[in-house]
């Protein structure tokens, strides 16, 4: 069961209601006490393994099975090119007539990523445990296009947010990251859009993940290399917006990780007309 979160234009500190000017650093202990309801719902138990269980599930096959595995991977093509070249709006509307095709999608997405070196939701995951807290502090984190919300699985001692066009599990809330993530601004210390970047209206997923930083707040992308044909320009897209941004990793022959530093004094940026900095993934006719 999807959570919304409720908006409030007030915050309480102590006996004092005072309403925050946009732009301001409000503190995050200050944000969860004006919204108590914003905890995330937690994973069920079992959940991570239940992914991992269908990811080991190739196995030995026979002649079927392959023939199957092959129109399979044929129609998460198709499906892969349409969730690039068209808009969020558009997919949710196709997901909506057709809820299977989220679970056809993420099935052969589970298949491609297991051939990958590695898997950028591990190394995320990994890098934002390796970020330093103060004692009894509990790191509060967005994952906008989660799929399978495998993050707050691995991210049990945080407060994980997970988002996405179809809430697959319960501790995922259905919602359109590139239109209105349910999440007051300034409250999050980390944001990951782990190969979520689709669709033709993309940047506004990355205004988004500004909107709900909190400043000096973490932004974790990692994102298919072939998209990435300027990286230079990416990153002054991300500097325009409000970011100070680490150099990239590039270490990983399948996908590029870029950390993002959200920081004061930054101005509204345009996103219209930004979405050729990353290509689609598109296929050879076959």
Same mark, same amino acid.
Request: net charge positive; with cysteine.
């Given at each position: 069961?999807? +959570?919304?979160?409720?908006?409030?234009?007030?915050?309480?500190?102590?006996?004092?209601?005072?309403?925050?000017?946009?732009?301001?650093?409000?503190?995050?202990?200050?944000?969860?006490?004006?919204?108590?309801?914003?905890?995330?719902?937690?994973?069920?138990?079992?959940?991570?393994?239940?992914?991992?269980?269908?990811?080991?599930?190739?196995?030995?096959?026979?002649?079927? $099975?392959?023939?199957?595995?092959?129109?399979?991977?044929?129609?998460?093509?198709?499906?892969?090119?349409?969730?690039?070249? +068209?808009?969020?709006?558009? =997919? $949710?509307?196709?997901?909506?007539?057709?809820?299977?095709?989220?679970?056809?999608?993420?099935?052969?997405?589970?298949?491609?990523? =297991?051939?990958?070196?590695?898997?950028?939701?591990?190394?995320? =995951?990994?890098?934002?445990?390796?970020?330093?807290?103060?004692?009894?502090?509990?790191?509060?984190?967005?994952?906008?296009?989660?799929?399978?919300?495998?993050?707050?699985?691995?991210?049990?001692?945080?407060?994980?947010?997970?988002?996405?066009?179809?809430?697959?599990?319960?501790?995922?809330?259905?919602?359109?990251? =590139?239109?209105?993530?349910?999440?007051?601004?300034?409250?999050?210390?980390?944001?990951?859009?782990?190969?979520?970047?689709?669709?033709? /209206?993309?940047?506004?997923?990355?205004?988004?993940?500004?909107?709900?930083?909190?400043?000096?707040?973490?932004?974790?992308?990692?994102?298919?290399?072939?998209?990435?044909? /300027?990286?230079?320009?990416?990153?002054?897209?991300?500097?325009?917006?409000?970011? /100070?941004?680490?150099?990239?990793?590039?270490?990983?022959?399948?996908?590029?990780?870029? +950390?993002? +530093?959200?920081?004061?004094?930054?101005?509204?940026?345009?996103?219209?007309?930004?979405?050729?900095?990353?290509?689609?993934?598109?296929?050879?006719?076959?």
């Amino acid at each position: 069961m999807s +959570t919304k979160v409720k908006r409030s234009s007030t915050v309480t500190t102590g006996n004092e209601v005072k309403r925050p000017k946009r732009g301001n650093t409000v503190g995050i202990d200050v944000i969860r006490r004006a919204f108590p309801d914003s905890k995330p719902p937690q994973p069920q138990k079992g959940w991570a393994e239940t992914v991992m269980k269908k990811k080991r599930a190739a196995g030995k096959k026979g002649t079927l $099975d392959k023939l199957s595995d092959k129109l399979k991977g044929g129609k998460f093509r198709w499906l892969n090119e349409k969730l690039y070249t +068209t808009s969020s709006n558009e =997919a $949710d509307g196709m997901f909506k007539e057709e809820p299977e095709l989220f679970d056809e999608y993420h099935e052969g997405f589970r298949d491609q990523v =297991a051939k990958w070196p590695s898997n950028p939701v591990d190394v995320i =995951a990994k890098e934002i445990l390796k970020i330093p807290t103060k004692k009894g502090q509990r790191f509060v984190v967005a994952d906008l296009g989660c799929g399978d919300g495998l993050l707050a699985c691995k991210l049990q001692k945080a407060e994980v947010h997970s988002f996405d066009l179809v809430s697959k599990a319960p501790h995922v809330t259905r919602c359109d990251i =590139a239109r209105a993530v349910p999440l007051p601004e300034q409250s999050c210390d980390v944001v990951v859009l782990s190969l979520a970047l689709m669709g033709t /209206n993309w940047p506004n997923i990355i205004r988004e993940a500004h909107r709900i930083l909190a400043f000096n707040g973490v932004l974790k992308i990692a994102e298919v290399t072939s998209r990435l044909q /300027n990286i230079p320009a990416f990153l002054t897209f991300l500097s325009n917006l409000g970011f /100070n941004n680490d150099k990239p990793n590039q270490s990983n022959t399948h996908f590029i990780s870029i +950390t993002s +530093t959200k920081v004061k004094g930054s101005k509204k940026q345009a996103v219209e007309g930004m979405s050729d900095l990353l290509q689609p993934c598109l296929y050879k006719k076959r």
